[in-house]
């Protein structure tokens, strides 16, 4: 009986792990909206982001002014509202630049 109560309680916090791991349909992820001011680091950013040509989990539009919606990126030096880092491997999630349409692409269930 024990073991199957452990079972269980696994199962449960690897679905609830994954699940906080995917861009909504709004454009959350980890309780940030991914669109607005951004700056690159090279360490210790919010998140770990890996371009891509095709099938990203978020379409990026990099703007000079009014980052308001999902997918808007304004790359600033100072006072973001989030920071990423890009990586070649082990990414959050990955993006795609694109000159129209940026949003997310595979939002969560």
Do not use: N, Q
Not at 1 to 8: A, G, N
Not at 33 to 46: E, M, N, P, T
Request: proline letters at 5%.
């Amino acid at each position: 009986m024990r073991s199957l109560i452990i079972l269980v309680f696994s199962a449960v916090l690897l679905c609830s792990m994954a699940s906080s791991d995917c861009i909504t349909k709004d454009g959350y992820f980890r309780g940030k909206r991914l669109c607005g001011k951004v700056r690159v680091v090279s360490c210790h950013a919010d998140f770990k982001v890996r371009v891509v040509k095709s099938f990203a989990d978020l379409k990026v539009r990099v703007v000079k002014s009014f980052a308001d919606d999902p997918g808007e990126w304004e790359f600033v030096e100072s006072f973001p509202d989030f920071t990423v880092e890009f990586v070649e491997s082990f990414p959050d999630f990955t993006i795609e630049y694109v000159e129209s349409f940026p949003g997310v692409t595979h939002p969560c269930r």
